[in-house]
């Protein structure tokens, strides 16, 4: 068990630029989540897929943003055109189905931090 | 709709005194309710969860918290603090019975142990 892993930890860009992180869940997890950490704030949820669908999408996810998960594995968060005000925290998270309180745990990676200049 | 607030954005406290992250919560539903850690440069770690059952609910390093309905709160206490548990704390709900999709967390409390 390798934990969830993020990919890049760190990027800058210019504004206007489009960006893409990747997020590797646990193994098996089938729940993947993903977050976004303003400084000072705690995490904001975007999105969660089960398996391969996108079940769910915040009101903060604007038409800029769009996340995927082709094949129930890995996903990708891309930002087109970014702006100043989406500099931010970028988690993610994996879950899996454990008994009664299934999905209940929710693991989170050390995040992708981007700063938009 | 759930929200949660957590009281104070920062708690100084000296070491082995004892300690108390407040937070609260508002739900029309039942929730399932963390806290959720995060130690400096590192990722949210679980601190410890309330699903159901004993409405004291314990950690492997000496925090508890207590749910309490009526008040809508999981204050989170240690009895003693230690250097080592200087860290951001954050609450957190989600919706109970719908295999826990999304969590709602509150700002956070920053909490440092001084000497």
């Known amino acids: 068990d390798t934990g969830v892993s993020q990919d890049p930890r760190h990027k800058i860009t210019k504004r206007g630029q489009n960006v893409t992180f990747r997020c590797d869940p646990i193994?098996?997890?089938?729940?993947l989540y993903w977050y976004r950490q303003t400084l000072g704030q705690g995490p904001e949820f975007l999105t969660y897929?089960?398996?391969?669908?996108?079940?769910?999408k915040s009101r903060l996810l604007s038409d800029r943003f769009s996340a995927e998960r082709p094949k129930g594995s890995f996903s990708t968060l891309e930002i087109q055109r970014t702006e100043q005000g989406d500099s931010a925290m970028y988690l993610c998270?994996?879950?899996?189905?454990?008994?009664?309180?299934?999905?209940?745990?929710?693991?989170f990676g050390p995040g992708t931090r981007l700063t938009v200049l | 709709a759930q929200s949660v607030t957590q009281l104070d954005s920062q708690v100084p406290v000296f070491e082995e005194a004892p300690v108390e992250l407040r937070c609260n919560y508002s739900?029309?539903?039942?929730?399932?309710l963390f806290w959720y850690v995060q130690y400096p440069n590192q990722g949210l770690q679980l601190l410890l969860k309330?699903?159901?059952?004993?409405?004291l609910v314990e950690s492997i390093n000496g925090f508890e918290a207590e749910f309490n309905k009526s008040q809508t709160s999981f204050h989170l206490r240690k009895p003693s603090v230690h250097i080592s548990d200087t860290a951001e704390y954050f609450c957190?709900?989600?919706?109970?019975?719908?295999?826990?999709?999304?969590?709602?967390f509150g700002q956070g409390t920053r909490l440092t142990i001084n000497p």
């Open positions: 998270a994996s879950s899996s189905r454990t008994g009664r309180y299934f999905y209940n745990e929710q693991f």
């Open positions: 193994s098996e997890h089938n729940r």
């Open positions: 897929f089960q398996n391969e669908a996108q079940l769910e």
């Open positions: 739900s029309s539903v039942s929730v399932y």
């Open positions: 309330y699903l159901s059952g004993s409405t």
């Open positions: 957190a709900v989600s919706r109970a019975n719908q295999g826990a999709q999304k969590l709602v």
